[in-house]
């Protein structure tokens, strides 16, 4: 697609619940990140995949956070038993691969506004 | 651990100002810095990018410098505009390891009141 596409752009769950986020990135990217920004922060790093394996999940902050991008394209992050604490803005961004000739430059979607009661 | 920190945190000028916003981060091994521009209930939108190699860029009335020795960069706006008001963010990127992710600071938010 032209742009990194992310749903649903607004989730409202109990707490408990288990919730997925999809990111549709643009189309050739091979690297995927996934952020979260919670009011008046900056994105905070969660996980990064390189085509299909995730080289760099240090963000996560608890094993109820995991993610998966099986085919190297579109990629879900799943959340389980859901705390009010997750609460935030998830956003997904993708660039060219390193290894290829590019400027490392990240395009992010318009992010899932996640709202846990 | 690299931080980073933006100043100030918000801002309000009269259209037609120029206007400087400050970025400054801790680890100066860094492989680029990134500026974004974020609209309330948005994601960000990409503005500029500057290579570690790099000093400067420039798109229209948006110039970013890089001073990696320093850890700073700043965001010079022209003739800014209301349309220009949004939050402005600054991220780096480290230049090593198996980390390829942004670092971002909390962002400055703009108002430009017309």
């Known amino acids: 697609g032209a742009g990194v596409s992310q749903t649903p752009s607004n989730k409202v769950t109990e707490k408990g619940k288990y919730v997925e986020l999809r990111c549709d990135p643009i189309s050739g990217h091979t690297a995927l990140y996934w952020y979260r920004q919670s009011l008046g922060q900056g994105p905070e790093f969660l996980i990064y995949?390189?085509?299909?394996?995730?080289?760099?999940d240090s963000g996560l902050p608890n094993d109820r956070f995991f993610a998966v991008r099986p085919e190297g394209s579109v990629s879900t992050l799943k959340i389980q038993r859901t705390e009010r604490g997750d609460s935030a803005v998830y956003l997904c961004?993708?660039?060219?691969?390193?290894?290829?000739?590019?400027?490392?430059?990240?395009?992010f979607g318009e992010g899932s506004r996640l709202t846990v009661l | 651990k690299q931080e980073v920190t933006q100043i100030p945190a918000a801002l309000s000028v009269p259209e037609g100002e120029n206007l400087v916003l400050n970025c400054s981060f801790t680890d100066s091994a860094i492989y680029n810095l990134q500026w974004f521009r974020q609209d309330p209930g948005k994601g960000l939108t990409s503005l500029l990018l500057?290579?570690?190699?790099?000093r400067e860029q420039t798109s229209g009335r948006l110039n970013a410098s890089l001073d990696k020795s320093s850890g700073r960069s700043t965001l010079y706006i022209a003739a800014s505009q209301p349309g220009d008001s949004a939050t402005y963010l600054c991220?780096?990127?480290?230049?090593?390891?198996?980390?390829?992710?942004?670092?971002f600071g909390s962002g400055t938010q703009l108002t430009v009141l017309p």
């Open positions: 995949f390189q085509g299909t394996g995730a080289a760099d």
């Open positions: 961004a993708s660039s060219l691969s390193r290894q290829r000739v590019n400027t490392g430059e990240l395009f």
């Open positions: 500057i290579q570690s190699s790099q």
């Open positions: 991220a780096v990127r480290r230049s090593s390891g198996s980390a390829r992710q942004l670092t």
